[in-house]
């Protein structure tokens, strides 16, 4: 079985300041790993993913992640965050040989940015 | 954009009732999942379609059901509501259910059962 956990449900950072949000991962396998963003009133959208080569991955919007095999982790980071970043983030884990409906989700964190 | 669309947005209902939830997947895509969205338990995997035919079941009660239809467009149908189905509705669609494939996910329904 797989699954996410995501540290701190809400997180607040200053505009221009860096955004560190945590994810840690439990998989018997391989993981592919995603995060997913959910802007106010609107569905999930891919950031980015991770499932095979360079472990430092980059999504849209000035986002980027690294898959730490060693530490089970995946931790979305941006250097400089801005108002339109707040929204609520979603890390997944899926696996290879897996479908779309294997992907499961964590509980969200959601950020603020302070003006 | 998306490209997914799902209505209605709102549903208000009581319990005992039964309500269709209604999505339009992307154009192109052939697979179509439904998830629901709780404060409680996260987002939450029901069920999938691929091209008409149902691929994967997952947290769906038995109250649920879905389908998807010779136009792609699918409906998920929940009868004899309780209060705890209160929650927000997503589908989402892929060109095919490989992880390689991202899901698009539609706005929600947003239900409240009285």
């Known amino acids: 079985a797989q699954s996410v956990t995501q540290l701190g449900s809400h997180v607040s950072v200053s505009e221009g300041a860096l955004v560190l949000l945590r994810c840690n991962y439990s998989s018997s396998v391989p993981p592919y790993l995603f995060w997913y963003v959910q802007y106010p009133n609107q569905g999930l959208q891919l950031l980015l993913k991770y499932t095979t080569g360079a472990t430092l991955v980059k999504g849209i919007n000035g986002f980027e992640a690294e898959f730490k095999k060693s530490e089970t982790s995946f931790h979305l980071t941006k250097p400089s965050a801005h108002m339109s970043d707040a929204a609520e983030y979603f890390c997944a884990v899926s696996a290879p040989n897996f479908g779309n409906e294997k992907l499961t989700f964590g509980t969200g964190t959601r950020l603020t940015i302070i003006p | 954009d998306s490209g997914v669309t799902q209505t209605p947005k709102h549903l208000i209902t009581a319990t005992g009732q039964r309500v269709t939830l209604r999505c339009s997947p992307r154009s192109g895509d052939l697979s179509v999942y439904w998830y629901q969205q709780s404060l409680d338990q996260g987002l939450q995997f029901l069920i999938q379609y691929y091209n008409g035919e149902e691929r994967a079941k997952g947290n769906i009660l038995e109250r649920f059901s879905a389908q998807q239809f010779p136009d792609l467009h699918s409906e998920l149908n929940l009868s004899s509501l309780e209060l705890g189905d209160s929650a927000l509705y997503f589908c989402?669609?892929?060109?095919?259910?490989?992880?390689?494939?991202?899901?698009?996910f539609g706005n929600g329904t947003r239900l409240t059962v009285t």
């Open positions: 989402a669609s892929s060109r095919d259910s490989s992880y390689n494939s991202p899901l698009h």
